[in-house]
T-cell receptor, first 115, second 115 residues
Framework: EPEVTQTPSHQVTQMGQEVILRCVPI?????FYWYRQILGQKVEFLVS????????KSEIFDDQFSVERPDGSNFTLKIRSTKLEDSAMYFC?????????????FGDGTRLSIL | GENVEQHPSTLSVQEGDSAVIKCTYS??????FPWYKQELGKRPQLIID?????GEKKDQRIAVTLNKTAKHFSLHITETQPEDSAVYFC??????????????FGTGTRLTIIP
């Protein structure tokens, strides 16, 4: 069964540094999402992306965050100047574009640790 | 915005017994309600979903019920097994609109099956 893949699995970064989290969605999916999960808490929506533009973003997704689909397979989340509170597990998800909801498939996540 | 409440936060049941997890949502426009299972350190995995035009859906030992009037939905697991032990998240999503199908998650239920 095809899967969403994310790299790296764990990223440790100094506060103030830039990080890029990478995702390869399932190949025929066209809706892409980033979520985050702070340790022990619920999964929170960050941003949705379709047709090379952001469909919706949450309050968490401020000017420090950006997303990009640099080529036909990758989908990236960039945090420009990381803060301690950015430490979390970041999940990428993708779904098939069809009339009505289609299941979102999640990757294994990137654990981001800000020191 | 949407708010999803989930109860209980922890649940322990004897192997073979049934488990019920309940969620309520606030936005009456939400029309898609998936349930995800997350094992420790792993990705959320979709186990069942229901759309607002359906009141109940079953898949082997798992069932979900939806009450649109009361804005609540529940997950039922029958004949529980040790491998059912995990954290379960409910979620709600607004009507599909070109990739804007963000999921708002509940706070999770840690289910422990006692052998």
């Amino acid at each position: 069964e095809p899967e969403v893949t994310q790299t790296p699995s764990h990223q440790v970064t100094q506060m103030g540094q830039e990080v890029i989290l990478r995702c390869v969605p399932i190949s025929n999916h066209l809706y892409f999402y980033w979520y985050r999960q702070i340790l022990g808490q619920k999964v929170e929506f960050l941003v949705s992306f379709y047709n090379n533009e952001i469909s919706e973003k949450s309050e968490i997704f401020d000017d420090q965050f950006s997303v990009e689909r640099p080529d036909g397979s990758n989908f990236t989340l960039k945090i420009r100047s990381t803060k301690l509170e950015d430490s979390a597990m970041y999940f990428c998800a993708s779904s098939w574009p069809s009339g009505g909801h289609q299941p979102q498939h999640f990757g294994d996540g990137t654990r981001l640790s800000i020191l | 915005g949407e708010n999803v409440e989930q109860h209980p936060s922890t649940l322990s049941v004897q192997e073979g017994d049934s488990a019920v997890i309940k969620c309520t949502y606030s936005d009456s426009a939400s029309n898609y309600f998936p349930w995800y299972k997350q094992e420790l350190g792993k990705r959320p995995q979709l186990i069942i979903d229901i759309r607002s035009n359906v009141g109940e859906k079953k898949d082997q030992r798992i069932a979900v019920t939806l009450n649109k009037t009361a804005k609540h939905f529940s997950l039922h697991i029958t004949e529980t097994q040790p491998e059912d032990s995990a954290v379960y998240f409910c979620a709600a999503s607004p009507p599909s609109n070109f990739g804007n199908e963000k999921l708002t998650f509940g706070t999770g239920t840690r289910l422990t099956i006692i052998p």
